[in-house]
């Protein structure tokens, strides 16, 4: 179990902070050959509850920020008690980021630690904020940190979100690879898109690979990064 009470933020953040009872799993991302791991991305875990359901509760109360702050802290913590040295990729809404003082004490605690080793994976929902964008993508370039654009075509993720955002990596929704090596529609579509973000400099991911053969297909295909369950589950 996380715990925040700790922490260098103000009383009013920590007390609701101090409410949540979240723990976090981690699940890779690897490179081409399936075993080299490149990141561990940080999954919620709440008590009594999904975590779609306690983002549906915390969003009907007007309280996303406070999720997102528990998982830049939360995250932070349990991936430097595991001893992980790879890169740790954190979820973040769209609609959201923490505030000034609370990213300054995000780095206060952590130091130069997380320097270059954070993948902020800006998620498919809520809404978009540029304005929350534009602090977000400051406070991760000056860190040498890196951005991501989870679930590419589900949600708000798509190719105008791609160009406003210009991540280092877009994550391909589970929509558009299941079952990529028989479908021809798929292996078309897919195969548009790696060229499309590789012109760009941006590495690709396949999320949601569930199949030896999707996976072998993928790997044809030149994409860059794998997460899914035929090769490892969240732990």
Known sequence: MVYYDHLPLDKEILKALGELSIDYVFQPIFLPD???????EALMRPQGKTVMELIDEYAKNDKLHILEVATFFGAMQAYFLRGYEQKVSINSFPSDCMKAEEADAFYEYFGEEIR?????????????????????????????????????GNGIND?????????????????????????????????????DFHSRGILVCAEGVEEKEEFDYLVGLGIDLFQGFYLARPA
């Open 159 to 195: 190719m105008e979100r791609v160009q406003i955002m210009n991540p280092h990596i877009v994550k391909l929704d589970r929509e558009l690879i299941s079952g990529i090596d028989h479908i021809p529609e798929k292996q078309e579509n897919v195969t548009k898109l790696v060229l």
């Open 116 to 152: 270059g080793r954070m993948i902020i994976e800006s998620l498919e929902y809520p809404y978009f904020s540029m304005e929350h964008w534009e602090e977000k993508n400051r406070s991760v370039r000056f860190m040498d940190n890196m951005f991501s654009v989870d679930d590419f």
């Open 34 to 40: 399936g075993k080299t791991v490149y990141a561990y």
